[in-house]
């Protein structure tokens, strides 16, 4: 069956260092891939959009690559600050004809000042 | 304001009551959506609809009925729902039906089921 893995576990980093979540996925082969940010009692947010063909999007601090053949997406966060703490989610869309995104569980990013 | 409006935020309700949350888009989109977001779960689709057609419907219980009057508003009445069915409800839109068009999430609705 079709699986998206990210990091349950939460990932703290020191302020102004790159922070890097993994987006793994198995039998899919996803023409976009997307990544969102959600804070606490809030709904997602859009961050960037990424094709099977392009292999890296830049948009300011942040940088997401798109690796078919490992099946993974690295979304970078460059000097990150306190203000970037929150849960960050990829989505991808599916082999099985559902005309929507299905999204992974999720990382918390905790970012100490 | 995140361009998409979902009332109420909280909601408490028993398993005989009937409630409806609302979602609202100001964006000028033309497809809207219902997740649920369960703790430490991933978002879970639950109804799509393009043009006001409701073009998904992921095998959720009837006890869940979805509404799309016109391209800017969505309901999702609710009646006789179980204790699991509390989570945090959440409304979307995107310009077109695609998979390569971003979703706008509302706030949601945190439904509480006792």
């Known amino acids: 069956s079709q699986k998206i893995e990210q990091n349950s576990e939460a990932l703290n980093i020191q302020e102004g260092k790159t922070a890097t979540l993994t987006c793994n996925y198995t039998n899919y082969s996803p023409a976009y891939l997307q990544w969102y940010r959600q804070d606490p009692g809030r709904g997602p947010v859009f961050l960037l959009l990424?094709?099977?063909?392009?292999k890296e999007k830049r948009k300011e601090r942040l940088k997401v690559t798109f690796d078919t053949t490992l099946k993974q997406s690295l979304f970078h966060i460059t000097a990150s600050q306190p203000a970037d703490s929150a849960t960050y989610l990829c989505a991808l869309d599916s082999d099985t004809g559902r005309r929507a995104l299905t999204f992974g569980s999720g990382t918390r990013l905790q970012v100490q000042p | 304001e995140t361009g998409v409006t979902q009332t109420p935020r909280h909601l408490v309700m028993g398993m005989t009551n009937k409630k409806s949350l609302k979602c609202e888009q100001h964006l000028g989109h033309n497809a809207m959506y219902w997740y649920k977001q369960s703790a430490k779960k991933p978002l879970e689709l639950m109804f799509v609809y393009s043009l006001e057609e409701r073009v998904e419907n992921n095998s959720v219980p009837s006890r869940f009925s979805p509404e799309c009057p016109n391209s800017s508003h969505l309901f999702l009445h609710l009646h006789t729902l179980q204790p699991e069915d509390s989570a945090l409800y959440l409304c979307?839109?995107?310009?077109?039906?695609?998979?390569?068009?971003?979703?706008?999430f509302g706030n949601g609705t945190r439904l509480t089921v006792t």
């Open positions: 990424i094709r099977e063909n392009e």
């Open positions: 979307a839109s995107s310009q077109e039906q695609g998979l390569n068009s971003p979703l706008h």
